[in-house]
């Protein structure tokens, strides 16, 4: 690939764990010259690989996202890419200028004040006098520290500092912009604000490397992700696949499960009855069993992550041991924090009196969820089969938390619930429709 | 927003290697840098002169008080100094030479330890940050320069060709105290103690050096010896530049250039070993 921006080739980066005390004393002196001019120590048991043979190719204007768990070695990837970090083998080429945000206050020195840190910042990008002070009021304006840009920011806040560092480096104006987890710094308002500047730079040909622990964020802006895991590359694709894939792996989400026969009942001869309508007439309950149940796509596919404008469809496959059982499935959707958000029982016994007798044999019953009804989140899911009965709900067979799924945000440019704001609360979504119109006072 | 074109540092490919891999000096990034550099150093100098307003007494006083209490003991003591040129002309321009070595050396020797939160930071070549902390102390020694004037204007002291070795001489003293300086804060990164030894360094070498005296007074195989200090050679280059009068002891200056060249060689190595190593203790 020619028209490359970034191109990393085998990088590797080791830390040394065990922090190295500077050492006093002659003896110490002495020590201090040898390791100056001598060699770093060799891999031992003290050092840990960050990253290892880590190799990937950014096109020019692509925007591409890192998630992984914590210490898998995205920020220190960021932080060789922007210099600050030297590797420790493998190679990374850059064509452009680059401004990366690392952390708060990238690059800040507290005794000057946010004005000079600004022309001090901007300088280390290569911008002269005179294109920061062009720049200057459009920086200002932006942080919102119009009343404390001449204070020197050892008495800014952490928030204050993050403001102004985010401004910064959003008006230079660089080929390539590596952001590390800036979104998230800052109050709702501002972090808004830069979420609109980011989407802003996007537009340009700007290549973006964007690390995060919020899949939704990676899914809005990028259009490639990499997962990363103990310094390795894990998944390099579509940022809808990739950050699926890893939200699956780490918040331990299922979507399918399988059960085994159980041993005894299933032996069981399945028995004509001859008074079918009355269930006393069967042997005692369990009358069937489950088979496995999933979470589909509309085109079929097992899912644990799904996004909110999509359906959400489930499946349960279970066995009827008896002629003329009834037998209905209901789903129990709670929330990861175990609330239960509703519970879907099956209506099919109203539309069709079949159902109240089954031959034996195994059955397919799925439950669809229309689009933008769950909000973003993780939900876990219950599954039983039972027979409504005038006393006591007859239980054949239950199975809590089996499942678990996340639901998503919609990518940029999906009609969602969600319009201008970053998060809506609450277990719901529904998209409704809003009709607005003026109203004359009453005079 | 408009985009504008900005001429610095840009460049075609950034490569980034191992350590081991890279250059040790990349003298082509340090000159897209100047613009950098020279605000760095800016910075510094404001720092010193613009906001202390008595940052010009501080940079005067103690060369000339020195001067003062020398030269009143040379007159009480009736001291033979065997040079050519007047006692306060000697000493003055000796102090002011020595105190911008001092200084730059300082500086330099505290650039990892001042900038070093920043290089975790942001990117820049990392030899910016002593050398403006060398090119900043340029500004206090224009400042000590101008009483020099008037003391030779005084004695009717006169530069001669001469003058023409005094940017040479110059350089010369900023890449001695650029290598020491670089090779103290490499040193410096690992053990405190460096850097006391560097303060007794730097205040010893005030008096060893032929700053008060002149190498004259001292007995031959003294003279020898002290020739050894490599700012021996520069001071005495120095007041040649300066005196017309006054002889250029070619050998023992061209003998301090090699060592400012050998040690700034040293101090670049060390310094961008310890600056890479340092990085990663975070």
């Given at each position: 690939m020619e028209d490359y921006a970034i191109s990393v080739h085998g990088l590797s980066k080791r830390y040394s764990?065990?922090?190295?005390k500077p050492s006093h004393g002659a003896k110490g002196m002495l020590l201090g010259i040898s390791e100056l001019f001598g060699r770093t120590p060799q891999?031992?048991?003290?050092?840990?690989?960050?990253?290892?043979?880590v190799s990937f190719e950014v096109r020019k204007g692509e925007r591409l996202g890192f998630v992984g768990k914590?210490?898998?070695?995205k920020s220190t990837l960021l932080k060789i890419l922007s210099r600050v970090a030297y590797p420790t083998d493998g190679e990374a080429r850059i064509r452009g200028r680059v401004t990366s945000?690392?952390?708060?206050?990238?690059?800040?020195?507290?005794?000057?004040t946010g004005r000079q840190n600004i022309y001090l910042n901007a300088s280390f990008h290569g911008l002269s006098k005179k294109e920061t002070e062009q720049r200057i009021p459009d920086i200002i304006e932006f942080s919102e520290l119009e009343r404390f840009?001449?204070?020197?920011?050892?008495?800014?806040?952490s928030g204050m500092r993050a403001r102004l560092a985010f401004s910064v480096a959003a008006h230079l104006d660089p080929d390539i912009l590596l952001l590390d987890?800036?979104?998230?710094?800052?109050d709702m308002a501002f972090s808004q604000k830069c979420l609109e500047r980011v989407e802003e730079l996007t537009r340009g040909e700007r290549t973006i490397l964007f690390v995060s622990h919020s899949m939704d964020a990676v899914r809005r802006f990028c259009t490639r992700c990499i997962w990363l895991d103990c310094g390795q590359v894990v998944m390099d694709g579509p940022a809808d696949e990739v950050t699926s894939a890893f939200t699956s792996d780490s918040m331990n989400l299922r979507a399918h499960q399988h059960w085994d026969p159980p041993p005894a009942q299933s032996t069981d001869q399945p028995r004509l009855l001859?008074?079918?309508?009355?269930?006393?007439?069967?042997?005692?309950?369990?009358h069937a069993h489950l088979v496995s149940t999933s979470i589909l796509t509309q085109d079929g596919r097992q899912t644990a992550t799904v996004c909110v404008a999509d359906p959400i469809i489930f499946e349960l496959i279970y066995e009827v041991y008896f002629n003329g059982a009834y037998v209905l499935p209901d789903f129990k959707i709670f929330t990861a924090?175990?609330?239960?958000?509703f519970n879907l029982v099956h209506t099919g016994a109203l539309a069709?009196?079949?159902?109240k007798k089954r031959k034996p044999g195994r059955y397919r019953s799925i439950a669809t969820l229309p689009p933008?009804?769950?909000?973003v989140g993780l939900y876990k899911i219950s599954v039983s089969l039972t027979t409504p009965s005038s006393g006591k709900l007859v239980v054949h067979a239950e199975a809590d938390n089996v499942l678990t799924f996340y639901v998503h945000e919609a990518p940029l440019g999906t009609t969602s619930?969600?319009?201008?704001?970053?998060k809506v609360k609450g277990i719901i979504r529904p998209l409704v429709s809003w009709m607005d119109e003026s109203v004359k006072q009453s005079s | 927003m408009a985009t504008i074109n900005t001429a610095?540092?840009?460049?075609a490919e950034i490569i980034i290697r191992p350590p081991t891999q890279s250059?040790?000096?990349d003298v082509g990034e340090l000159f897209r840098y100047r613009g950098l550099l020279w605000s760095m150093s800016r910075r510094q100098v404001k720092a010193e002169f613009g906001d202390l307003h008595l940052g010009i007494f501080w940079v005067l006083a103690r060369p000339l008080l020195m001067t003062a209490i020398f030269v009143f003991f040379k007159n009480v003591s009736?001291?033979?100094?065997?040079?050519?040129?007047?006692y306060a002309a000697y000493l003055y321009s000796g102090l002011i030479l020595w105190f911008f070595f001092a200084e730059s050396v300082g500086r330099a020797a505290a650039s990892i330890g001042k900038d070093g939160a920043l290089m975790q930071k942001v990117y820049f070549p990392r030899l910016l940050s002593p050398l403006s902390g060398i090119l900043a102390q340029l500004s206090g020694l224009a400042i000590a320069a101008v009483p020099l004037f008037l003391i030779m204007i005084y004695y009717g002291l006169a530069p001669g060709?001469?003058?023409?070795l005094l940017p040479i001489v110059l350089l010369q003293t900023m890449l001695l105290a650029f290598g020491t300086g670089c090779l103290f804060a490499a040193l410096s990164t690992l053990s405190r103690d460096w850097e006391r030894l560097l303060g007794l360094l730097l205040y010893i070498g005030l008096f060893v050096?032929?700053?008060?005296?002149?190498?004259?007074?001292?007995?031959k195989a003294a003279q020898g010896i002290q020739m050894?200090?490599?700012?021996s050679g520069t001071l005495l280059g120095f007041r040649a530049a300066l005196f017309a009068d006054y002889a250029l002891p070619l050998y023992e200056w061209l003998y301090s250039l090699a060592l400012s060249g050998v040690l700034g060689l040293v101090g670049v190595f060390a310094f961008q070993h310890a600056e890479r190593t340092f990085m990663d203790r975070i």
């Open positions: 764990l065990g922090q190295k891999d031992d048991h003290s050092t840990i690989w960050a990253l290892k043979d914590n210490g898998a070695g945000l690392l952390e708060v206050g990238t690059g800040f020195l507290n005794h000057l840009i001449d204070t020197p920011i050892k008495f800014y806040s987890e800036v979104l998230s710094v800052g001859e008074d079918e309508d009355l269930p006393s007439n069967l042997p005692e309950p369990p924090e175990g609330i239960l958000a069709s009196p079949d159902i933008h009804l769950l909000n619930a969600l319009g201008p704001y970053r | 610095s540092p840009k460049q250059r040790l000096l009736n001291a033979k100094t065997g040079v050519s040129v007047p060709w001469n003058l023409l050096s032929p700053v008060i005296f002149a190498p004259e007074m001292l007995p050894l200090n490599p700012m």
